[in-house]
């Protein structure tokens, strides 16, 4: 079994930024790819952004391109993932969740991906 744990929510304004981690532990001896989503209130769950096992290539929905960078750790056996989220908006608020896929190669399917995290809080004020 895989245990993902996210981490670095919080409270900040408009034009601010903020970094989230993700930790796999567990079985995580498998290379996974690694993906971020969100679901704000009354909204369904959408696709942030998606990093490949080898970390070479990365996927961004359109909404945060230019402003959000994901990335992993350098030993891609880590299973450890970040999110560095710049020039914030309000419509940026919502739960992030980050999750694990067997496949390596990502996906910007919720439904490709196996293992999940709680999710972590992120609230952009004015």
């Known amino acids: 079994q895989v245990q993902v744990v996210e981490s670095g929510g919080g409270l900040v304004q408009t034009g601010g930024s903020l970094s989230l981690s993700c930790a796999a532990s567990?079985?995580?001896?498998?290379?996974?790819?690694m993906g971020w989503f969100r679901q704000g209130s009354g909204k369904a769950r959408e696709f942030v952004a998606a990093?490949?096992?080898?970390?070479?290539?990365?996927?961004?929905a359109d909404s945060v391109k230019g402003r959000f960078t994901i990335s992993r750790d350098r030993d891609n056996a880590k299973n450890t993932s970040y999110l560095q989220m710049n020039s914030l908006k309000r419509e940026d608020t919502a739960v992030y969740y980050c999750a694990l896929a067997r496949d390596g190669w990502g996906s910007r399917q919720a439904e490709q991906y196996d293992y999940w995290g709680q999710g972590t809080q992120v609230t952009v004020s004015t």
């Open positions: 567990g079985r995580t001896s498998r290379k996974y790819a």
């Open positions: 990093i490949t096992w080898t970390g070479a290539t990365t996927y961004y």
